[in-house]
């Protein structure tokens, strides 16, 4: 009998096709990550981050499901830091944040708005001269 090269896929045995959400004892259950695990997880990746019944119940969708089964896998294999773990998962489930928009041009970008919606005020004639 040859080993498996990758553990399991953990929604194998669900009905993938029937079930979009998990509770947090189902999402343990099916990756073997224990509740605090996956508490601790939700801090270190802001990429997981489970949802809210109107109860307060939590739960994740099966996307978060297969992410977390990886991220175990990866911290399992004790060849990755946290932050190596976040960019492989980020690559692999085409999670990456977007860049953020330096300061400078946010503002350069704000002031060309206020200026050009100045401009369709004055066009409308609501427009005040200011007096100096």
Known sequence: MSKNASPPNPLKDEKPKDKLVFKVDEVCR???VDAATL???E???PFLSAGLTGSGE???RRQDVAVIGRIR???ASNTL???GIKRRVE???GLAPAHAVPPEKLRKALSNVRDELQEIV???GGGRKKRA
């Open 30 to 32: 099916l990756t073997g």
């Open 39 to 41: 508490a601790a997880w």
């Open 43 to 45: 801090e270190d990746f």
């Open 58 to 60: 939590k739960f994740f």
């Open 73 to 75: 896998e990866l911290a």
């Open 81 to 83: 830091t946290k932050a």
């Open 91 to 93: 690559e692999e489930f």
């Open 122 to 124: 004055s066009s409308l």
